[in-house]
C-alpha cells in the first residue's frame, strides 16, 4: 500500500457531523473530480475516483447531508492493471441542486472550475474540509521514505491560486507549474507536508511521516559526521606525509642530529608515528603542548624549504 492510499483511507475514516464542511468537502471532490455531461437522457454529474473509499466517502456524504442517491460504476483499466470508480449522479434536478447547495453559483455552466466561495478560507474547518477533500480527490503523496513530494492535479488556475493562498495564510510554502492542460500545486518540504497533513487530519499519517524525518536526520547527521571525521584523518594523513617528507629532506642534507634537541625530537616522533595528530605527539612527550608541537614542526618546514631552494639554485 503506497503512503498516498494510507493518508487517503485515514481521511475517509474521518466522521463528518457538521453540515458547511460536509459541503465544502463536496465542493472540493466535484472541482477535483466531477465532469457535467449532457445526453438525451439528461444531465449527469461523473466524479471518478482512483480509489473505492473515497467514492464510497463521497456517495455517503451526498446521501446524508442533501439526501441525493447516486451510483458507483467500477471502471477497468487495463493499462494500470486495476480498477477505477465512476460516482454518477444523474439528473438535471439532483445535478442543479447539489451544486448550488455546496456553494456553486446558479446556473453553472459545464465547467466546474469556479473558484471557492469566500467563506471557504475564512473558517479553519471549513477550510481543513475542503483541503480534505482535494487531497482525496487529486492529490498524490510520494513515499517520504525516497523525498517530499506531495501535489494536487487541478484544471483550474484560479482554483490553484486560492488553494495557494490559503496555504500561504498557513505557512506552507507551495508552488504552481502547469502541466499540459493542467495546473500541478506542490509541496517538496517534509515539513509543510506535515502541517498539511495535520490540517486535513491525517494524524497518524503525520506520526509515521515525523518517524520517517527523525530517522532521515539522524542518518543525515551521522552521514555528516563521518564525513567530517574523514575528511580530518586525511588531512591529517597528507599534512603528516608532507612533513615525513620535509624531514627525510633535512636529514638527507643536514641530518637530524644536528638540529636543536626541540627539533629533532619532533623529528623523529614524526617520522616514527606518521598516523599520529599533533596532540598525540605532543602527549608524547613530556615538556610541550599541541601548539608546541605545530610551532617546531613550522620551524622544520622553513629549514626544508630552504635547502631545497639552495638545492634548486645549485
Known amino acids: 500500500m503506497t503512503f498516498s492510499i494510507k493518508v487517503k483511507d485515514e481521511l475517509c475514516r474521518i466522521h463528518t457531523e457538521d453540515k458547511a464542511s460536509a459541503f465544502a468537502e463536496l465542493f472540493a471532490l466535484v472541482v477535483a473530480a466531477?465532469?457535467?455531461?449532457?445526453s438525451s437522457s439528461g444531465m449527469a454529474l461523473k466524479l471518478h475516483f482512483e480509489h473505492l473509499p473515497v467514492a464510497k466517502r463521497a456517495y455517503q456524504l451526498l446521501l446524508r447531508f442533501l439526501q441525493i442517491d447516486s451510483e458507483i460504476d467500477v471502471v477497468e483499466n487495463k493499462m494500470k492493471k486495476r480498477h477505477a470508480y465512476n460516482l454518477v449522479i444523474s439528473g438535471s434536478g439532483s445535478?442543479?441542486?447539489l451544486l448550488e447547495q455546496i456553494g456553486f453559483p446558479p446556473k453553472t455552466t459545464l465547467f466546474l472550475s469556479h473558484t471557492p466561495p469566500a467563506k471557504i478560507a475564512e473558517r479553519p474547518s471549513l477550510r481543513a474540509a475542503f483541503l480534505r477533500g482535494l487531497f482525496l480527490g487529486c492529490a498524490t503523496v510520494s513515499n517520504p521514505k525516497k523525498n517530499y513530494h506531495l501535489e494536487f492535479n487541478l484544471s483550474s488556475k484560479e482554483c490553484a491560486a486560492y488553494i495557494l493562498?490559503?496555504?500561504?495564510?498557513?505557512k506552507i510554502v507551495a508552488k504552481i507549474v502547469s502541466r499540459k492542460s493542467n495546473y500541478v500545486l506542490y509541496l517538496k518540504s517534509g515539513e509543510d507536508m506535515?502541517?498539511?497533513?495535520?490540517?486535513?487530519?491525517?494524524?497518524?499519517s503525520v506520526l509515521e511521516l515525523e518517524n520517517i524525518r527523525i530517522l532521515k536526520e539522524m542518518r543525515n547527521n551521522v552521514n555528516r559526521a563521518v564525513n567530517c571525521e574523514t575528511a580530518n584523518i586525511n588531512k591529517t594523513v597528507s599534512a603528516a606525509l608532507r612533513q615525513q617528507k620535509m624531514i627525510r629532506l633535512i636529514d638527507k642534507e643536514i641530518g637530524i642530529e644536528n638540529l636543536s634537541e626541540p627539533l629533532a625530537q619532533v623529528a623523529m616522533l614524526r617520522l616514527n608515528n606518521p598516523e599520529a595528530t599533533l596532540t598525540e605527539l605532543a602527549e608524547m612527550t613530556s615538556d610541550s603542548t599541541k601548539s608546541g608541537?605545530?610551532?617546531?614542526?613550522?620551524?622544520?618546514?622553513?629549514?626544508?624549504?630552504?635547502?631545497?631552494?639552495?638545492?634548486?639554485?645549485?
Open 165 to 170: 493562498n490559503i496555504l500561504k495564510n498557513q
Open 95 to 97: 445535478v442543479l441542486t
Open 293 to 314: 608541537i605545530n610551532h617546531r614542526l613550522r620551524k622544520l618546514s622553513k629549514i626544508a624549504e630552504e635547502l631545497k631552494s639552495k638545492e634548486d639554485l645549485s
Open 194 to 204: 506535515a502541517s498539511l497533513l495535520t490540517i486535513i487530519g491525517a494524524h497518524g
Open 34 to 38: 466531477g465532469n457535467v455531461t449532457l
